[in-house]
């Protein structure tokens, strides 16, 4: 198999379940959209929990000390959200979003824009904030197998699906965030290998699964939080670990 062909079965299924969701959609009442989305969200919540439990992992406690894990996850929120409300990153997604829906939906009502809108950000923070999408997408562009991708690809299908019922075709515009943002980490797995120490990985882990915190919290309709801004999140968690690793 090819580097990159982990992304491509992702886009795929992303495509198929949002178009099989947007005609299921049509179909369903208000009431039972909601009601779905509602599931995505407690799923989601519960995938989050469990990645955010990497935090108390004995290698990164090794790597670390017994207070570094919280510590290093909190710096990394907090540089993240600095740099990414400094370049806008949540309404540049926005923009993006607003900008494929004037193109694919010419004339459309200002609830569709919403809802596609809204799809779009949804859909794109799901499936490309957490582990699997990083881990997955270098491990493929290494040559070691797109065997995280592929299971990805499956769970991000029926996810699509459910999300295209409640949110119609701004679920399929997100496999082009899929496309941009796991093919280019297939690239930098492919250029650089294996960089990534095991406490590195633990606390990008924790951070990614606190950031489908906020995801889930948005899906559940509780609190629309920024989440698009604390995406350089996942950049810094990596890089102090090993700061703190090394000064240790």
Do not use: Y
């Amino acid at each position: 198999m090819f580097p990159g062909i982990g992304t491509a079965v992702n886009v795929l299924t992303v495509l198929i379940g949002a178009g099989a969701g947007t005609v299921l959609g049509h179909r369903m009442p208000e009431r039972t959209r909601e009601v779905v989305t509602d599931a995505i969200g407690l799923v989601t919540l519960l995938i989050a929990a469990t990645s955010a439990l990497a935090v108390r992992d004995d290698v990164l406690t090794d790597a670390v000390g017994d207070g570094g894990p919280v510590l290093i996850v909190l710096g990394s929120l907090v540089i993240g959200g600095v740099a990414g409300s400094l370049l806008r990153l949540e309404t540049r997604l926005e923009d993006l979003g607003t900008v494929l829906q004037r193109r694919l939906s010419r004339g459309a009502a200002s609830e569709e824009r919403r809802r596609f809108v809204e799809g779009f950000v949804s859909a794109s923070l799901v499936f490309c904030v957490g582990p699997l999408t990083v881990l997955g997408s270098i491990s493929d562009g290494m040559g070691t197998g797109p065997d995280l991708l592929f299971l990805k690809a499956t769970m991000d299908g029926f996810a699509s699906l459910a999300f295209a019922a409640s949110f119609g075709w701004g679920v399929a515009a997100s496999a082009l965030a899929v496309l941009v943002i796991q093919g280019s980490l297939t690239a930098v797995g492919a250029l650089l290998g294996e960089f990534l120490a095991d406490a590195q990985v633990l606390a990008l882990t924790a951070t990614g699964g606190l950031l489908l915190v906020g995801v889930a919290l948005r899906l559940l309709r509780i609190r629309r939080l920024p989440v698009g801004d604390l995406l350089p999140a996942l950049v810094a968690a990596p890089l102090l670990t090993a700061a703190v690793a090394a000064f240790r």
